[in-house]
């Protein structure tokens, strides 16, 4: 198989599940194993609980073991499944911005003066840090 091929696969393989991309195989297998969990504590504690509780309460102690072995499954698919997703924190250049926003065909002049005329964003995206990457070259070409 080539490495085209393997790439694609890959690629094909990602989910996206509530705002969060995930690897296919792993949602169902952490789907899996919380639903075996779950139940089987449920069941385990209906044959358990009638030996050594009182009966009114033996549906209440198993639903509790089941819901003990649904957190089981949370520990035990948190330590099997690590997220996937890797943040890139590259500073960005005044160019690489200005080609973003053509692509994307928004007016980053139109931008760089909403930012210049509102002293709070201009504040925020100083305190983020990314306040120069849209300025910093705009207040050069003034000087």
Known sequence: ???????????????????????????????????????????IGKGIFPKIAPEEMVQSYS????????LFALVINTLLFKPKRTLNEIPSTNDELTEVYKKMQFDIEEERESIMNDPVLKKEMKEQGIYDMF???EEDRRK
Not at 12 to 31: A, F
Not at 63 to 70: P, Q, V
């Open 135 to 137: 300025i910093q070259d």
């Open 1 to 43: 198989m080539s490495a085209g091929k393997e790439k694609d696969e890959r690629i094909i393989s990602y989910v996206e599940i509530i705002g969060d991309t995930v690897y296919g195989k792993h949602l169902i297998s952490t789907i899996g194993m919380s639903i075996t969990l779950s139940l089987a504590g449920f069941f």
């Open 63 to 70: 639903l509790l073991l089941g819901i003990a072995g649904s």
